[in-house]
């Protein structure tokens, strides 16, 4: 692109274009989608990509843990094609693990955008779908340890070749994956996505030329990273490091696996290093070296520029030094199937190793995995059934409030849990409970957020998937704040017997049988001594902290009677 000056107006237009652009095509993704992971949970992105590779645009709500690779995905396809490759009314799919470096459920869709018979540009997104084949169903397994056993991997092949469908990779597709009906129409939905945005893009390129757009483009990217390092110059210059752990990596329980970071401040750019970070492991507890540099990016951008839409000059400033080899950057043919329960870990890690700069800034750490649930099973008439939601948990107390309770981890930004009803229309569950957990946030000046209790109780035969983490290690407090609750799950059986689990693969439930998830809180901020007496009161009038947990950590003696009363 060229840098040549914009009329300002003109890249106003522009900017705001190319953002509705990303955000028409998510809305066009979301409501033609077959499976609820996509139209309700959210788990996707969109956007527009240059003939480069480079992030146009994005949409907003977009998954934070996809900053890193749509464009690394139609990088892959330019160098197999080359430019002249593509025709109109191409479309590819892409998934192939150590390219994209996530599960291979999550699918890039991405067709060329043409004017006048020139390239000019791609639309791309990504969705999780329900099902990729192999031997992995649903979230949690820890079962597979290389890539080949997790399912499908297509490089950048084109299911539409000018117009034409590939009726052989359709079949192949359609031939082996469990639940065709969802995979192919939710292929159908983001072919329809990427199809509006090419022609978004083309219009507005037909409005005021190439040569135009692309200065407004790089201007816009220029903005932004004025933008985003003139917060860095704030940060004292210095070399800040920090180190936390993962439980284990799902397979060896009694092993935890070492987070460590480096983060270097020098002027205007960020460096995050992850060359001490944990080997490899023999577990699908890995990512490609995508995932590891989408972890630095959503740290970077929540430090940086948290209100600016996404884009190529969010991320000038930031360098990542990240070796071969780590769970971060894993070489084929490692498992990826659990690519993403590491990244809130480190996320909060390279906060945690910034918070003596701008301990302004800095939250206590948060839930810190990437909890869910998957149960799968048959209906009498031999169809499959696959549930699957996600959980949230606490987040940590912040410099000058309370964490926020239920939400989310950081690296899932605005995507949602699967509303009880649907869950209990579409499958054979009840569910009985979905509350706050009380005592789970951290104490202190200002508490940590609350996880979530949540409980099923099976109808039918199925089996499932338990995997969290921070069962071991808790969301750490800052300054004085404590720890919040670990996560855990708890089996109760029809029979009345009971265990514990944090992590388990293709586990065999009955009728009857029921699965409580406690989900972690996060941590505290500040000396728990020191918060505010009336809100200790409305935290124990609310049932969010216990009279018992009140007196213990935070000094109060005043009888709960009272304080009810009073309510």
């Known amino acids: ?147 080949f056993s997790e399912g499908l991997q297509m490089r950048s092949l084109k299911i539409y070749e000018a117009g034409k469908l590939n009726e052989t990779l359709y079949q192949i597709i359609r031939d082996n994956i469990r639940y065709p009906e969802a995979s192919l129409g939710d292929l159908r939905a983001q072919v329809a996505s990427c199809q509006i945005g090419a022609k978004r893009y083309a219009e507005l390129v037909a409005r005021y030329g190439r040569e135009t757009v692309e200065q407004c483009v790089a201007t816009i990217w220029d903005h932004t990273d004025q933008a985003v390092r003139r917060v860095i110059e704030r940060i004292p210059d210095g070399v800040y490091t920090a180190e936390s752990f993962l439980d284990n990596d799902g397979r060896n329980l009694d092993t935890p696996l070492r987070i460590k970071v480096s983060v270097e401040v020098s002027g205007s750019t960020m460096t995050v290093d992850f060359s001490e970070m944990h080997p490899q492991v023999n577990s699908p507890l890995n990512s490609g070296r995508s995932g590891g540099i989408a972890a630095a990016r959503v740290a970077f951008k929540a430090l940086t520029s948290p209100e600016l839409d996404v884009n190529e000059g969010c991320f000038r400033a930031l360098n990542v030094n990240l070796p071969d080899g780590t769970i971060l950057s894993a070489k084929p043919p490692a498992a990826l199937g ?163 689990v944090h992590k388990a693969t293709d586990v065999q439930f009955r009728p009857g049988d029921r699965v409580t998830y406690l989900t972690a809180g996060g941590g505290g901020y500040g000396d728990p001594k020191k918060r505010a007496r009336e809100l200790v009161e409305q935290d124990i009038a609310m049932g969010i902290v216990t009279p018992e947990a009140a007196r213990s950590e935070y000094g109060y003696a005043e009888a709960p009677e009272k304080i009810a009363a009073n309510s």
């Open 338 to 500: 659990q690519w993403s329960i590491a990244l809130p870990t480190v996320i909060d890690t390279i906060l945690k190793a910034l918070a003596p700069a701008v301990p302004e800034l800095i939250p206590a750490a948060h839930k810190g995995d990437m909890g869910g649930c998957s149960f799968f099973g048959f209906y009498d008439d031999g169809s499959r059934f696959l549930l699957m939601n996600i959980f949230g948990g606490g987040w940590g107390g912040r410099p000058h409030e309370d964490g926020e309770s239920a939400a989310v981890s950081v690296c899932q930004g605005d995507v949602r849990n699967t509303p009880v009803e649907l869950q209990e229309i579409k499958y054979p569950f009840i569910i009985e409970q979905h509350a706050l957990r009380p005592d789970s946030g951290g104490p202190g000046e200002h508490r940590g957020g609350l996880g979530i209790a949540l409980t099923y109780r099976v109808l039918r035969d199925c089996r499932g998937n338990i995997n969290f983490d921070r069962t071991v290690t808790p969301p750490w407090g800052l300054h004085g704040g404590k720890p919040g609750a670990v996560s855990v799950a708890i089996i109760e059986r029809a029979d009345g017997t009971r265990e514990t």
């Open 1 to 147: 692109m060229t840098a040549k000056q914009a009329d300002p107006i003109t890249v106003e237009v522009v900017r705001n274009a190319i953002v509705a652009y990303a955000d028409e095509m998510a809305e066009a993704l979301c409501k033609s989608a077959y499976n609820m992971m996509i139209y309700e949970v959210r788990d996707y992105c969109c956007g527009l990509i240059d003939i480069e590779g480079r992030m146009i645009s994005q949409n907003r709500g977009g998954l934070p843990i996809f900053l890193a690779d749509l464009g690394v995905a139609v990088e892959d396809g330019i160098r197999k094609y080359g430019l002249d490759g593509f025709s109109e009314g191409d479309v590819l799919v892409m998934n192939h693990g150590h390219i994209c470096g996530q599960h291979l459920n999550n699918v890039v869709v991405y067709a060329p955008c043409f004017h006048e018979g020139e390239l000019i540009g791609f639309a791309a997104n990504r969705a999780h779908w329900v099902d990729i084949g192999g031997g992995r169903q649903g979230f949690g397994s820890n079962a597979t340890t290389d890539i």
